[in-house]
């Protein structure tokens, strides 16, 4: 069984800085992809960024570009989200999930383990 822990999330003015954590269980980790994803009250979960089993490749959405950084250390279980210049439209609740395989995806569908997310709020 995989826990999803994330935490970090919190109230922040805008132009500010968060760093999400999300630690899991299991012997498994440094063999999945891992990714982040936001859900705002009404909307669909979307993808915010995504980080390859070994660490090397990631990617990220236009939305958070050039603010945000997702790294790894699996010698911790630890995925991080790093936002910077947060803006209000950030505002959600986000969650950690770990990939079906060793890349990840753009996709809910593309990770099967999920966290019960942590709340970001931006005020403006």
């Known amino acids: 069984q995989v826990q999803l822990v994330e935490s970090g999330g919190g109230l922040v003015q805008a132009g500010g800085s968060l760093r999400l954590s999300c630690a899991a269980s299991?012997?498994?980790?440094?063999?999945?992809?891992m990714g982040w994803f936001r859900q705002a009250p009404g909307k669909e979960r979307e993808f915010v960024a995504a980080i390859t089993w070994s660490g090397v490749t990631t990617y990220n959405a236009n939305s958070v570009r050039g603010r945000s950084t997702i790294s790894r250390d699996n010698a911790k279980n630890t995925v991080y989200l790093q936002v910077n210049a947060l803006k209000p439209e950030d505002t959600a609740v986000y969650y950690c999930?770990?990939?079906?395989?060793?890349?990840?995806?753009?996709?809910?569908?593309?990770?099967?383990?999920w966290g019960q997310g942590t709340q970001v709020t931006v005020s403006s």
């Open positions: 299991g012997r498994t980790f440094s063999s999945y992809a």
């Open positions: 999930g770990r990939g079906r395989t060793a890349v990840g995806g753009r996709t809910p569908l593309d990770y099967n383990y």
